[in-house]
């Protein structure tokens, strides 16, 4: 039976963003946790390299500046579109954004151990509008998660970020 492993990735593969307007006048790049809940995954296809997933991903933070749904992108999706959106203002804690994701990710298939073989799903997130100096993200990793009955047949789906360094 093959096996399918999960890592989202909010990776900060932050591009740089030229202009002085874009620069931050504090020392420390703001920190952004970001979460993910994986609902749905369609259509794994070896021939096209792809399969489609539908998640939540989330951003705690403390900037009103920061808009989530403007600003990132799913770098490794042919295509993504956001389904929904939400923000809530938490007190004293800053804001909660919340995006719902359908996308088309790219997905290089190693199947050269079939039908013993081990996949793994990357989900990767980035800021265009930011760079490293002024934004940071911090996985929330506890939070992230798989919709508890997610299943693919013919695949075993082991625990989410199964093997990742906490």
Known sequence: MSYVRFIALAVALI???????????????????????ITN???LNF???????????WFTHESPDFDPKAEIEIINARSSQALVSYR????NE?????????AILDQSWDVTEYPFDR???RIIL???????????????????KLRRDLTLAGWVIPPFLEGVRK
């Open 41 to 43: 995954l369609f259509d």
């Open 88 to 91: 809530d203002v938490v007190p």
């Open 119 to 121: 996949q793994t799903i």
């Open 47 to 57: 021939a096209r390299r792809d399969l489609e997933a539908q998640f939540w991903v």
């Open 94 to 102: 800053g804001f909660w954004d919340q995006i719902k994701y359908s």
């Open 15 to 37: 591009l740089i963003v030229a202009g002085a307007n874009q620069a931050r006048a504090q020392d420390e790049p703001q920190k952004v946790k970001i979460g993910m809940f």
């Open 126 to 144: 980035e800021s265009a509008d930011a760079d490293a100096r002024t934004l940071k993200f911090v996985p929330d990793i506890e939070g992230t």
